[in-house]
């Protein structure tokens, strides 16, 4: 075992299975990679999913073992035990007939997530969503809590205090808001004619109270025209200028999905899985993510990216930046891998599950 984690290791990749071939294990222990993302393809059951996560972190112990895991229609692990988490949107509207029931069920909500996930050996979540729900996009709908831009921040504090709780960091997506646009950026591209003054006025004003404590954000696949050509994930002026000096936000940035076209159409032209790392890291964001690229044919595009990647970085294109490499440090879990019976046995776990009753 390798304790010895790389300078910077910033791309973030999937695997093909239940269990790791070998590519699987080559690709994880490139130094260029720092994590993983499972999906619903990489769960079988309980047991299965802790001892695939603990050969991943055989490999290296630094790996950050990620899922896409919000509740409602995006949970990837609904079987074996695990809670069928509400959607947030109804979290928002139980807001509206009790804020403080509300706010006590989307702690436990948050608890019993970000548990369940760390008893199977998963480091982090990619929750809460902080878009706002305008009813015009399917893509985000009722993954949103609300319309009104402090009830999704109050709200999604209290699903991050639940995280916490359980050992868990956080990730506010989608910034600056994907909730205006009707496209979905996994088949479009989204286009966001608003002037900045109206975005950070209502779209971005959760991440911007939410700004010290979260722990991570994701930028959102949508062009704002009149703020900068590039989608945000690939604009210094929104991860940088905007997000990071305006803002004033210290945590760690992912990218959204690498693989989906919509984001990697840029400047006119479809850019490379490298070249769009790439780019991304250029704009400022410290973790670019990949997915769903591991499985048969599509896997030579994931080689092709670690190798462009490699090539960058010899060429002097791209040099590792300690700082990034400590923000994804900082997302690791403190302390033991909590048990799925000492997790489920707990009395605050019970208390969770039972406030959770609480949302229709």
């Not at 670019?288 to 960058?312: H, T």
């Amino acid at each position: 075992m390798n304790s010895k984690s790389p300078v910077h290791a910033p791309l973030i990749i999937d695997i093909a299975g239940t269990d790791l071939t070998t590519d699987d294990r080559r690709r994880l222990s490139n130094p260029l990679v720092g994590g993983v993302i499972h999906f619903t393809r990489n769960w079988h059951s309980r047991v299965q999913m802790r001892e695939l996560n603990r050969e991943i972190k055989s490999l290296r112990p630094d790996l950050l073992i990620c899922v896409d895991h919000e509740g409602g229609r995006v949970q990837r692990f609904r079987t074996d035990g695990f809670t069928r988490l509400p959607a947030m949107g109804q979290l928002g509207r139980l807001w509206m007939n009790d804020a403080m029931l509300a706010t006590q069920a989307a702690s436990s909500a948050g608890y019993v997530l970000a548990g369940e996930l760390r008893a199977c050996g998963i480091d982090f979540s990619f929750a809460p969503v902080l878009d706002l729900d305008w009813g015009e996009s399917g893509v985000i709908g009722d993954r949103s809590f609300h319309r009104d831009p402090r009830v999704v921040a109050l709200l999604a504090k209290s699903v991050m205090h639940g995280m916490l709780q359980a050992g868990m960091g956080n990730c506010g997506k989608h910034f600056p808001g994907h909730g205006y646009v009707k496209a979905d950026s996994h088949v479009a591209i989204p286009v966001d004619r608003r002037g900045l003054k109206a975005i950070l006025a209502d779209d971005a004003r959760p991440f911007e109270w939410l700004g010290g404590t979260l722990s991570a954000v994701m930028p959102a696949h949508v062009i704002y025209p009149k703020v900068d050509a590039r989608p945000a994930g690939f604009s210094p002026r929104w991860l940088k200028e905007i997000l990071r000096g305006q803002l004033g936000f210290a945590g760690a940035i992912f990218s959204d999905d690498l693989s989906m076209e919509a984001g990697r159409y840029i400047d006119g032209r479809l850019l490379s899985f490298g070249e769009a790392a790439l780019a991304a890291l250029e704009a400022g964001c410290d973790l670019p993510m990949l997915c769903n690229q591991s499985v048969g044919e599509k896997a030579v595009g994931l080689d092709q990216m670690l190798e462009d990647l490699a090539s960058a970085q010899g060429a002097g294109q791209w040099t590792p930046d300690p700082q990034c490499h400590a923000r994804r440090l900082s997302l690791l879990p403190v302390g033991d891998t909590p048990t799925w019976e000492g997790l489920t046995g707990s009395q605050r776990y019970q208390d969770a599950l039972r406030r959770l009753q609480s949302v229709a």
